[in-house]
């Protein structure tokens, strides 16, 4: 990937060793190193290139900080990657760490130092003397003793940055380190998770990347529609029309931010091809769990700008009738991953709101659509009216589908001859109808909890002793009446209380895909159409279940971005295919 092409020598020459060297482990690597200098030259950036990727969250931070010094200058150059997992004990940590790592290492490319307690103030404040770095990728996420004054002076430092994560750190909302961006010409991803941005950081926050920012994630805040304003105002191009959709074709997949994080993070790159592009402005956001309504999704859709759009949970101020209006008057011609909540597609609107299939949101209002990612669908319900909706909604991608086919085979006559193939077919069928996966977002259900009154005496002793006498035998009793012979008169035990029955509707939802499955084998097999065979209910795209519980999100998230930051050296990487 990277910007000029490679000398006549580097593109003919290839070294067998270089082939062998991403598949050894960390033993392996430890002995061919000291074979001889060749082989110490091909595969020390393997062994040294990611340090914390060969020990994962064994990786002792401490003693690599402590013997980092005594390494030979020509190995340091190696290294391109330094993750430190854990918290540095005293010994490693002093008031410049910081400032001696980043000199030491003087061609580190990505630095992460999530959660870490030493990044403080004094830390920080050592950048003032320090020359600047050549760190492409930063993730100061949840470091909860940064400061506004040392971060400003960070960035002073680092104007190669091209990746930015600081969520979880609210020394990051500040508005001297919003207006610091500024400064970041190359900077294309932005990350403020749960940093408590209102509707005027973010004006400031928008003023700063304006349209350098391809990604910007800016979810669970207090952002308004005032803040889908500001975005659309400052954060989209002014001549949107002009620009070439083929640019960014490479880089409109929902896996943009990995792939970006994998490059930088499994060997040296010195310049990414989509760094040479013009700015085209926010292309993915996520936006989930803050408070817009229907109006700003529909502002932030109306532009024609997005390919990726995370608008989950918006705190519930968003009601379906406006939402679905939103999403089919938009102009998304560029989107491809959306995310909403599961009831836009399982409930069924009224008859004045709904879609052809009966439900709010039919797949025909986002023809462009590649994944769609359902977030809450319940794992177990009361009744079958969610996954019976559910069943609907395939039903209608399937018609389209079919649909999509057919117009394909009438307007197959227009092509070249040497164009008529199944491959152009299945593309014009794709850019007709492009839904390809759905992803579930399951809940499990919840066990409810027993309330506990309020305790008068507040005593655990005491309410231990109470809840033992409850069940306690006693002569004496107040619970019924007695008759004249002083018994208590025998009553017959209450009816057992028949526990709720719950519906599986991933059960359910396998049951009738298996269904149709064989349904479209057997009229496959019967018949000499092959493949376009069509069989109501069969949906041939993908359908996948992601278990998560609300809680749970963040944390899933979280180990998601450590895989990619533990992603070793190797040949190739997603950016390079796309490229």
């Not at 980043?102 to 990505?110: F, I, M, P, S, Y």
């Not at 977030?375 to 009744?383: A, L, N, Q, Y």
């Not at 069928?429 to 579930?440: G, K, N, P, S």
């Not at 149709?516 to 496959?524: G, L």
Request: proline content about 5%.
């Amino acid at each position: 990937m990277e910007a000029a092409p490679p000398s006549y020598e580097a593109a003919t020459v290839v070294d067998p060793w270089a082939l062998v060297a991403p598949f050894l482990d960390r033993k392996a690597l430890l002995v061919v190193v000291r074979v001889c200098s060749s082989w110490h030259r091909t595969f020390t950036p393997y062994l040294w290139g990611n340090p914390a990727a060969h020990f994962r969250e064994q990786f002792n931070s401490e003693k690599f900080l402590l013997l980092l010094p005594t390494v030979r200058n020509v190995v340091r150059r190696y290294i391109h990657t330094i993750y430190l997992p854990h918290a540095l004990a005293e010994e490693a940590h002093h008031q410049a760490w910081l400032h001696d790592l980043l000199v030491q290492l003087d061609r580190l490319q990505a630095l992460i130092v999530r959660s870490q307690p030493s990044l403080d103030h004094e830390a920080l404040l050592t950048f003032r003397q320090a020359p600047s770095f050549t760190l492409r990728l930063l993730d100061v996420s949840y470091c909860r003793n940064a400061t506004p004054v040392g971060l400003s002076d960070a960035f002073d430092k680092m104007q190669q940055l091209l990746y930015l994560d600081m969520s979880g750190t609210y020394a990051a909302k500040d508005h001297r380190v919003l207006r610091q961006l500024s400064r970041l010409a190359g900077l294309k991803v932005v990350k403020l998770r749960s940093v408590s941005l209102n509707d005027a950081d973010f004006q400031v926050l928008a003023a700063s990347v304006q349209t350098r920012v391809r990604s910007l994630d800016v979810r669970q805040n207090k952002l308004t529609d005032a803040s889908a304003r500001h975005l659309t105002e400052l954060c989209y191009p002014a001549d949107r029309r002009s620009r070439s959709s083929r640019m960014l074709q490479a880089y409109e997949a929902s896996t943009f931010e990995a792939s970006l994080r994998q490059a930088l993070a499994s060997q040296f790159s010195p310049r990414l091809a989509f760094e040479d592009g013009s700015d085209v402005g926010i292309t993915h956001l996520y936006i989930s769990d803050n408070r817009l309504s229907a109006t700003g999704i529909a502002k932030l859709l109306a532009e024609n700008q997005l390919h990726v759009l995370d608008a989950g949970f918006q705190g519930g101020t968003l009601t379906h009738n406006a939402n679905t209006q939103a999403l089919s008057k938009s102009g998304s011609e560029f989107l491809n991953t959306l995310r909403i909540d599961h009831s836009f597609v399982t409930e069924t609107a009224p008859n004045r709101d709904h879609s052809a299939d009966g439900s709010f949101y039919h797949p025909a209002m986002t023809k462009t659509v590649q994944v769609l990612v359902l977030t809450d669908f319940p794992s177990h319900s009361c009744d079958s009216k969610t996954v019976d909706g559910f069943i609907t909604f395939l039903r209608s991608c399937a018609n389209k589908t079919c649909q999509a086919r057919r117009e394909a085979a009438e307007l197959e006559w227009s092509l070249p001859p040497g164009r008529r193939s199944a491959q152009c077919r299945q593309h014009m069928i794709h850019q007709l109808f492009a839904l390809q996966t759905i992803v579930l977002e399951v809940t499990e259900p919840t066990k409810p909890k027993i309330q506990r009154a309020w305790s008068f005496a507040d005593d655990e002793d005491c309410e231990n002793f109470q809840r033992e006498s409850d069940a306690d035998f006693s002569f004496f009793t107040d619970d019924g009446p007695v008759d004249s012979r002083g018994r208590i008169p025998q009553t017959s035990p209450p009816a057992p209380v028949k526990p709720e029955q719950l519906i599986d509707n991933i059960g359910k939802l396998a049951a009738f895909r298996k269904e149709r499955r064989a349904a479209f084998e057997q009229s496959r097999t019967a018949s000499t159409g092959g493949s376009d065979v069509e069989v109501e209910g069969y949906w041939p795209g993908a359908i996948r279940v992601r278990i998560i519980s609300g809680a749970e999100w963040a944390t899933e998230c979280y180990n998601a971005e450590v895989e990619d930051y533990h992603c070793r050296a190797r040949r190739t990487h997603d950016l390079d295919r796309l490229g």
